[in-house]
């Protein structure tokens, strides 16, 4: 007689469910952050985390995910044909970054403003 | 005297089926007798929240014989809650007859329609198409309140504004006593770059008229239309279940808070 007491798609439908739970609230500015101090030194321009599992590493119970990060390192030619050297064009990639991200906020910024306007009378 | 809360928003995808039908089962589970309206003619709401009958389609309870009390007004479809029962979308001939009464004639119908369920249900909950039918204005014209669903993407925070004029239209137009009973955030997800700008801006710009509870992005919720049940009864410890259970009792509070 098996002594199966619970089908096994149970128990992994469980973790998988607090695997999901926990990739959710990832703080995802923080980990890129602390990945890109301890391992990488480049812009990382798309990030993300998935098949959240639970496994066993360094003796305990631990959440793995796979971090997919889509690494673009910025190559700045000038008029001339020479590479601008990596300094300047780190600052200048931040620089983009920045702005974008600024637009992206004022766009937002923009559809809540209209979103209240209409609003009023409610 | 039950509650009408119609369910709008003039975006498509952004989680109004989701919202009506297990917002409809979180008042159910919590002791309180609900109808469950589906007024989008692709009909999801009443299959979502486990429609269970013998009956074929054309003989079950439609919103037209409700309207018009026909012999079939009283009897509700049971789903897998007992204290949920819903009334399903007619099809396109009946609609059509429907599209030609007058326009005060449709709100007169809708509004008599509306008192009469409100003796029998704490909450009538209408789930409804993001276009402008004559059955949708009409609905939202007999509501007492409009729950708004946000998807937190750039595209539906931008669209919020058309969708409240529409309603504000409403408001001055046939239903004064229309309340605004909340804006929710839904498909939240905080991997997602653009989430945490919209959530401060919907907090700043739409201040108490957002719930506080957000809808999380979640697999349960994917997954329990597939199964034809809401969440609430397909992965009940969820966390989208325990969000839409959260919202039932904040719009309680609310409406206490409100009298």
Known sequence: MSSEVISPEAIKSVFSEMAEHAGAGVDMDKL?????????????????????????????????????????????????????????????AEGRNADESGHMHQHIDDAGKHAEQESRGF | MGKMISVFSCK??????????????????????????????????????????????????????????????????????????????PDESVIARYNKFSKNRRLTLFSNMAAKLK?????????????????????????????????????????????????????????P??????????MVDRRSLVTDSILSAARTRLKSGLFKTFIPQSPQLQDSPGFRKPVLVYAPNSHGAQCYKALAVEIIEKSQTHK
């Not at chain 2, 002791?31 to 009443?46: F, M, N, R």
């Not at chain 2, 909450?123 to 509501?143: E, F, K, M, Q, W």
């Not at chain 2, 006593?177 to 839904?186: D, R, V, W």
């Open chain 1, 32 to 92: 890129k952050e602390l990945l890109l101090n301890e391992h990488l030194r480049q812009h990382i321009d798309k990030f993300d985390l998935s098949n959240g599992k639970v496994v066993v590493k360094n003796n305990q119970v631990v959440l793995k995910f796979d971090c997919h990060a889509n690494l673009t390192i910025p190559v700045y030619l000038d008029q001339t044909g020479h590479i601008i050297s990596s300094e300047t064009a780190q600052e200048t």
């Open chain 2, 12 to 89: 498509g995808g952004v989680g109004k089926t989701t919202t009506a039908v297990n917002l409809a089962a979180a008042f159910a589970t919590s002791g309180h007798k609900v109808l469950l309206i589906d007024c989008d003619p692709q009909g999801s709401a009443a299959i979502c929240a486990g429609r269970f009958t013998s009956l074929p389609n054309q003989s079950q309870c439609t919103v037209f014989d409700v309207l018009t009390g026909t012999d079939k007004a009283d009897t509700f479809t049971d789903t897998c809650l007992s204290l949920l029962k819903v009334i399903t979308f």
């Open chain 2, 119 to 175: 003796l029998k249900f704490d909450y009538i909950i209408v789930d409804n198409s993001p276009a402008n039918y004559p059955i949708t204005l009409d609905g939202l014209s007999a509501s007492d309140s409009v729950l708004v669903p946000l998807q937190c993407e750039y595209l539906a925070f931008k669209n919020l504004a058309p969708t409240m004029k529409l309603l504000k239209s409403v408001k001055q137009d046939n239903n």
């Open chain 2, 177 to 186: 006593k229309l309340k605004l009973c909340g804006i929710l955030l839904t």
